[in-house]
């Protein structure tokens, strides 16, 4: 399919949209924990490799270039970034103040606007691709997926998609041991969000068209400071607390250098698409 030429970012909708439904206080909470920590999360969080963006431009069934692009929860930018490098034309949606602002200072001239994917602030059928990388977690899917397919145009697609640790991996699967004894064997997870619905995201959701689902593997080798400065950018770490996590972050250091004694890790993840078109 031909890319279709330059346009402007999906324009909200003149009409108010209904309020979306209270979140439960503690995923909230997790949620805004990560506006005191932007740039921790900007400088140290993984990017996604170019098979993620070729997946989806042939499960889309369409180039990103020339695509409107609305990235939904978009943090710092990172998957903003990347869309913007293959000439999608994105707009970006971030309900947090800190994560805003950071986004702002690395990607000024995308348009940004502030929101979430439970209540989407623009017309319908107005875009071509809605995109929620590593942020679908935070949002309630009763709302958030008819929300994204009044907003896509007919044929448009919806793609979620994850960084995972790759737990097949000796040593990540140790550390996935140690954070569970730390944290305890009820907590959310490193990621903070109570599990990822992966490929029961849509389940719950009539009429929701069918989806594929993707995993792709890929890796990163940073140094010791940036894996810890990493993992401590979740928000299970930073509900805790700097103070909170200081001796298991030098604990951590330990086994990471024991494992990597040249004091450079190979971080492995298995990066997880889902994808699905609006009729």
Not at 75 to 86: D, F, K, N, V, W
Not at 144 to 158: F, N, Q
Request: hydrophobic content about 45%; glycine content about 8%.
């Amino acid at each position: 399919m031909t890319a279709s030429s330059p346009a402007q970012p999906a324009r909200p909708a003149r009409s108010a949209r209904p309020a979306p439904p209270a979140r439960p206080v503690q995923q909230r909470a997790r949620a805004r924990s990560f506006n005191s920590a932007a740039a921790q999360y900007a400088a140290n969080r993984p990017s996604y490799p170019p098979a993620l963006l070729d997946t989806i431009e042939e499960e889309a069934g369409r180039p990103l270039a020339g695509a409107r692009t609305v990235d939904v929860g978009a943090g710092t930018g990172i998957a903003t970034a990347l869309l913007r490098a293959r000439d999608a034309d994105v707009v970006a949606v971030e309900p947090g103040d800190g994560m805003a602002a950071e986004f702002r200072r690395r990607l000024p001239d995308v348009p940004l606007v502030r929101g979430d994917g439970d209540a989407l602030p623009f017309a319908d059928a107005s875009a071509d691709l809605v995109t929620y990388a590593q942020s679908w977690h935070w949002t309630r899917p009763d709302r958030s997926v008819p929300e994204a397919l009044r907003v896509l145009r007919p044929g448009g697609a919806l793609a979620l998609w994850w960084n995972m640790d790759a737990l097949d991996v000796p040593w990540i699967a140790a550390q996935e041991r140690r954070l569970k004894e730390f944290f305890g064997a009820d907590s959310p997870g490193k990621k903070g969000s109570g599990g990822i619905p992966a490929e029961a995201a849509f389940a719950a959701v009539p009429g929701v068209p069918p989806h594929s689902s993707h995993r792709i593997r890929w890796s990163r080798t940073v140094p010791v400071d940036t894996h810890l400065a990493n993992i401590s950018s979740h928000s299970i770490f930073l509900m805790r607390g700097a103070e909170g996590c200081a001796a298991f972050l030098a604990a951590e250091r330990d086994h990471l250098l024991d494992a990597f004694p040249d004091g450079h890790v190979e971080e492995v993840y298995d990066v997880l698409l889902l994808l699905t078109r609006r009729s």
